[in-house]
């Protein structure tokens, strides 16, 4: 990132206008008509894992405000042989979309091009969530539940599916679609694998895993897999 780059050269360059508050409202930040808003933003940007490097902004409408609206931008710096950045922007996209339609929570995304992507700022890691209480709350185990069916039914194979999620308070949410889950593929990924990786997971954050729940969690990954079969069956 060079010494010459503004956040508001880069939302005008997105939206493609020629104003930051033309930007702004074009890509769906702000109402059309709301002023230009009060803007926080980070001081640099910073790693966000090996493909990215992310920037973050807050909007309020004026100094006092709290900064309760954020929004995040992640420059691709991924490399795949034979892959311009526009493409492998275009796979992350294709599985967020893959992940939402089977009812899992993902940022909101606003645009994505000329190499970035900008979506919602999701303000609390999971993990953060699930350290502050060994006993992690059962309507989030649902979710992981749901999250770790979403991967088996559409053949991803995670690497570390679980371990950079985050949450807006009540929520999973995922905001990494590169190559910690990989692409899908047509072949149903192993459910025990899955799962495995999915209490590992927990047991690292140092969640309390009784049988109990473990039999919970694998019952509510299995329920969500047979309701995707008999959609299927019933859309055929």
């Given at each position: 990132m060079g010494n010459e780059w503004t956040l508001a050269a880069e939302l005008q360059k997105l939206a493609r206008r020629d104003s930051l508050v033309e930007s702004l409202r074009h890509l769906g930040v702000i109402a059309e008509t709301s002023?230009?808003?009060?803007?926080?933003?980070?001081?640099?940007?910073?790693?966000g894992g090996t493909e990215t490097y992310i920037y973050r902004f807050w909007l309020h409408e004026n100094a006092a405000e709290p900064l309760n609206q954020g929004f995040i931008i992640k420059a691709c710096v991924a490399f795949s042989f034979g892959s311009e950045l526009e493409e492998i922007l275009l796979s992350w996209v294709e599985r967020r979309k893959l992940l939402a339609a089977f009812g899992i929570s993902t940022p909101k995304l606003y645009a994505f091009g000329e190499g970035v992507i900008l979506e919602e700022l999701i303000p609390y890691p999971l993990e953060e969530l699930a350290r502050s209480s060994r006993r992690i709350e059962q309507s989030l185990l649902i979710q992981l539940a749901q999250l770790a069916a979403a991967y088996s039914h559409y053949g991803f194979k995670p690497i570390r599916g679980f371990s950079d999620l985050r949450s807006r308070g009540q929520d999973?949410?995922?905001?990494?679609?590169?190559?910690?889950i990989g692409?899908?593929?047509?072949?149903?990924?192993?459910?025990q694998e899955i799962l495995a990786q999915l209490f590992e997971q927990l047991s690292t954050w140092g969640?309390?895993?009784?049988?109990?729940?473990?039999?919970?969690?694998?019952?509510a990954f299995h329920a969500f897999l047979q309701a995707t079969q008999l959609d299927i069956k019933e859309g055929s």
């Open positions: 002023p230009c808003p009060v803007i926080s933003e980070d001081s640099e940007w910073v790693r999973v949410v995922v905001v990494d679609f590169g190559e910690d692409p899908p593929s047509m072949k149903n990924s192993s459910s969640v309390e895993l009784s049988t109990e729940i473990q039999t919970e969690t694998s019952r």
